[in-house]
């Protein structure tokens, strides 16, 4: 993967620069055209580390699928690398639940499929919703004969913005935003669905848990069933948007 987006790539208004990879990882001219790069730029930068940045647009959408796919490394379809990234810790968000489960068990209510797929951690107050791990670590959808995802399409954000490359500190600082909003929908949902069916919430595993769904209010995940749905500009704190789009048309 050599870089990602974080709007609407379908706007003819709108650019991404993303500046990528270090030697001797090279770009397709494709790849180059996409994320902005010319030859002579990458000639004559001596590091490199992927970023994002944002030009004229009139929208202010979140588009992921088409972009993390389109941008990776030559001649790599689909991930057929390293698989370290599946013994990271992996956060899901409420999107990439309804795209899991739609992929993996479309039949299954929230609680069924968080029960099967996913670890709820709850520490008093405190919940983290992740992907569950096998015996040996990774990803319970991990295929450990081929080392591949078993769900690949459907892949949770955390997943597509994992780049195996220097990152600066924007795209970081984003990257975990966007993570940790979604995950807060998530959360909220799970504690509705709990309400909902008058069971007390799933726990995988607790210290003293109590968590209450007064202290996760709605985000701007929510009502959304799809990346492409989400407001950007709504997910990202004031400073982190003006980063963003410091010397754009849309910064405020």
Known sequence: MVGWCCAASNCEKYRECCVTLRPPLTLTRSAQAFLGITRK????????AFGVRFFRTRREKLHLERPLDRGRAPGR????????CCAERLPLTWIDCLNLKAAV??????????AAYAHVLVNGPAVDIILAAGADGSCCLLDRQNRTCRAYHA????????ICCPSTARARRLRAVLTNRGEDELVRQWLLDARRSRQPPLIH???????????WPPTPFAGC?????VTLKAVC????????????????
Request: with cysteine; glycine share 10%.
């Open 237 to 252: 704190p004031p400073g982190l948007w003006r980063a963003l789009t410091a010397g754009s048309t849309f910064a405020h």
């Open 225 to 229: 069933s799809s990346y492409r749905e």
């Open 105 to 114: 068990a479309p039949e299954a209510g929230l609680a069924d499929f968080l």
């Open 155 to 162: 892949r949770p954000l955390v997943c597509r913005t994992f």
């Open 77 to 84: 379809g689909a991930c057929t690398g390293c698989d370290r």
């Open 41 to 48: 730029s990458i000639q004559h930068t001596e590091s490199f």
């Open 205 to 215: 595993e607790g210290s003293s848990p109590r968590p209450r769904l007064g202290d």
